[in-house]
Nanobody, 123 residues
Framework: QVQLVESGGGLVQAGGSLRLSCAASGRTFSNYAMGWFRQAPGKEREFVGSITSSGGSTYYPNSVKGRFTISRDYAKSTVYLQMNSLKPEDTAVYYC????????????????WGQGTQVTVSS
């Protein structure tokens, strides 16, 4: 089992920044690829980025590319999502997820999930 706990959400004005954290415990953190997803009310869960288990590769969809950055700290067993130039359409609950192989863009491919953290971007 892997336990994931997100933090760092909040209310920010458009154009601002937030950094989300996802602290992992349980199994060996370095074995897992990590993904970030978000879900707005009435919408499906959306992929916003991933990082390989080694940390050597990241991937982002066009909607956040150039604005969001994922990193991971193995000493702290934590993965981060740095979000810059935030837009009102980025408002959602953000989730981190873990997968015991390569990262994937589909939420159903992930084995473990955090509880989510709310991000609200005001215009």
């Amino acid at each position: 089992q892997v336990q994931l706990v997100e933090s760092g959400g909040g209310l920010v004005q458009a154009g601002g920044s937030l950094r989300l954290s996802c602290a992992a415990s349980g199994r060996t953190f370095s074995n897992y690829a990590m993904g970030w997803f978000r879900q707005a009310p009435g919408k499906e869960r959306e992929f916003v980025g991933s990082i390989t288990s080694s940390g050597g590769s990241t991937y982002y969809p066009n909607s956040v590319k150039g604005r969001f950055t994922i990193s991971r700290d193995y000493a702290k067993s934590t993965v981060y999502l740095q979000m810059n130039s935030l837009k009102p359409e980025d408002t959602a609950v953000y989730y981190c997820a873990a997968r015991l192989t390569n990262p994937h863009i589909e939420a159903r491919e992930y084995d473990y999930w955090g509880q989510g953290t709310q991000v609200t971007v005001s215009s």
